[in-house]
């Protein structure tokens, strides 16, 4: 009977043993059948990441960005030329404005355009299949349609911005192209020149500041502490006589003649007959013929590279050079713009230029 008992047992242990395997094996075959779409999800999100652009809105965007459209004006096409990835703009607004530009990147010429703010075409958009658009972050009415369409919407800041954020800006987009390295010689090298400026107008006394004022388009349009104007002339060491303007921008004729600045500086500003006004233009007005800056002739036109010089965009760190030894020649007289330029341009844009074409930079009148 014992050795009956013992099959038995052995035996039903046999089919408990049975009964469990086959229980994990059917689980496991499910698991498995299972396992492609739980592969293909992981893949989906291996393939994306996260950044957060100058909006403060985190994206998500694939792990390659390859081909990008630019919805907007303000040196975005240009952060993107400095870092290296101009190949990867599939379309942008025309460029026809910055000529200097397109003879650096003749490709810019024949590049669709598909709108340009609140202004896009979305039907266009998705035609050209982008893995990404970058905006400006003051047209969320164009921003909401490309991401309505399923388009990942990357804000810059298109000139609402400050040195810092510029700054920020550059490594964002250095982060989102996978060129890091790139952003961050830029970066340091804003932070090399810059250093220099601010150790040497920090000796300056403040009765000794030169008091500038910012012409930008017209005569009577300036900027006041709410634009990039205000940081461009402290930066350099100067005073901004409309500082308190704020975001206003017109003034009278009475209100410059009052300030009567030490200096003139004159962004894109059309003269009466066409083109940018000129010195003799603005010395000839009897209006103006008897402010301090006219009769010092004080009056510069501010440099046009591949944008311009005053303005935010990579090219401004030049900007703040050039106007620092405007304003104080003896200070900065160590400091040779037309080579700073050369070596900025085969630096970050892959341009050789001459001596001839750096003077028509910096003389934009004479073009």
């Known amino acids: 009977m014992s050795i009956k008992k013992n099959k038995s047992l052995v035996s039903l242990l046999l089919v408990i043993v049975l009964l469990f395997s086959s229980m994990i094996f059917g689980g496991c075959g499910n698991q498995a059948a299972n396992q492609p779409d739980d592969q293909e999800q992981c893949q989906e999100k291996t393939q994306e990441r996260t950044i957060v652009d100058m909006g403060g809105k985190e994206v998500v965007i694939p792990k390659e960005v390859n081909n990008v459209i630019i919805t907007c004006y303000g040196g975005a096409t240009h952060d993107l030329v400095v870092l290296g990835a101009s190949d990867k ?15 650096l990147k003749p490709e810019f010429k024949d590049l669709p355009d598909v709108g340009s703010f609140d202004d896009v075409s979305t039907e266009e958009v998705l035609k050209l299949d982008p893995d990404i658009v970058i905006a400006s972050i003051t047209s969320e009415k164009g921003n909401s349609k490309i991401e309505e369409v399923g388009i990942p919407v990357v804000r810059v800041s298109t000139g609402l911005t400050d040195v810092e954020k510029l700054k920020k800006e550059f490594m964002m987009l250095g982060q989102l192209l996978g060129n890091e390295e790139k952003a961050e010689k830029i970066v340091a090298y804003w932070d090399k020149n810059l250093d220099i400026i601010n150790e040497r107008i920090s000796k300056i006394p403040q009765e000794k500041k030169k008091r500038v004022y910012y012409a930008r388009k017209q005569m009577l349009e300036t900027e006041g502490s709410a634009w990039w104007g205000d940081i461009l002339i402290n930066t350099s060491g100067g005073i901004n006589v409309a500082h308190d303007l704020g975001k206003e921008r ?8 009052k300030w009567d600045p030490d200096v003139m500086l004159l962004s894109d500003v059309n003269g009466k007959e066409g083109g940018l006004i000129t010195k003799d233009e603005i010395q000839s007005d009897k209006q103006l013929a008897n402010l301090k800056a006219v009769e010092q002739c004080q009056l510069h036109t501010c440099p046009i590279g591949a944008f311009w010089w005053d303005r935010p965009c990579p090219d401004a760190i030049l900007g703040f050079m050039w106007l620092s030894k405007t304003l104080y020649p003896e200070t900065f007289e160590d400091i040779d713009i037309k080579k700073e330029a050369q070596y900025f341009y085969k630096e970050f844009y892959g341009c050789d230029l001459d001596d001839a074409a750096i003077e028509g930079f910096l003389n934009p009148i004479s073009k």
């Open 89 to 103: 703009i599939i379309a942008q607004p025309s460029m026809k404005k910055f000529k200097q530009l397109l003879e």
């Open 250 to 257: 017109m003034i009278s004729l009475e209100q410059l003649i």
